[in-house]
C-alpha cells in the first residue's frame, strides 16, 4: 500500500502560521488529486483543501478559506498547506491523501492513498 508523510505540525500561538507538507517517495504527487483533512477531538473527519491533477484546480472548506492555501512544489515532490491566521479550532490532526480528481473529496471519495497525519496544536 503507497503511503503518503505529512509534515511540518506542531504548537503554534493564536494568529500564528504554519506549512504543512505532504510527500511520497514512492509515486510523484504531480499524478494525483491531493487534498487535505483533519480530524480535530470528538469530531469528524474534515475536507479543508484539495488540488486537482489535470488543471490545479484548488478549493476549500468554509472554515479556512482565505486563510490557508494550497500548492505543489513539483520539484520537490510535495504538496503544501500554507496556514496563516491560525485559531485554536483548528488544532487538530491533519491528512493528506491522495487519488482522482473530482467534486466529492470533501468526503474522501476517490482518494486511494493516505497518510498517517501531523498534530497542529494552536495555544497560547
Known amino acids: 500500500q503507497l503511503q503518503l508523510v505529512e509534515s511540518g505540525g506542531g504548537l503554534v500561538q493564536p494568529g500564528g502560521s504554519l506549512i504543512l507538507s505532504c510527500t511520497s517517495s514512492?509515486?510523484?504527487?504531480?499524478?494525483?488529486?491531493i487534498a487535505w483533512f483533519r480530524q480535530a477531538p470528538g469530531k469528524e473527519r474534515e475536507g479543508i483543501s484539495y488540488?486537482?491533477?489535470?488543471?490545479?484546480?484548488?478549493d476549500y472548506s468554509d472554515s479556512v478559506k482565505g486563510r490557508f492555501t494550497i500548492s505543489r512544489n513539483g520539484a520537490e515532490n510535495t504538496v503544501d498547506l500554507q496556514m496563516n491566521s491560525l485559531e485554536p479550532e483548528d488544532t487538530a490532526v491533519y491528512y493528506c491523501a491522495a487519488g482522482a480528481s473530482g467534486p466529492f473529496w470533501r468526503l474522501g471519495y476517490g482518494m486511494q492513498y493516505w497518510g498517517k497525519g501531523t498534530l497542529v496544536t494552536v495555544s497560547s
Open positions: 488540488i486537482s491533477s489535470n488543471d490545479g484546480k484548488t
Open positions: 514512492e509515486f510523484l504527487l504531480d499524478y494525483y488529486a
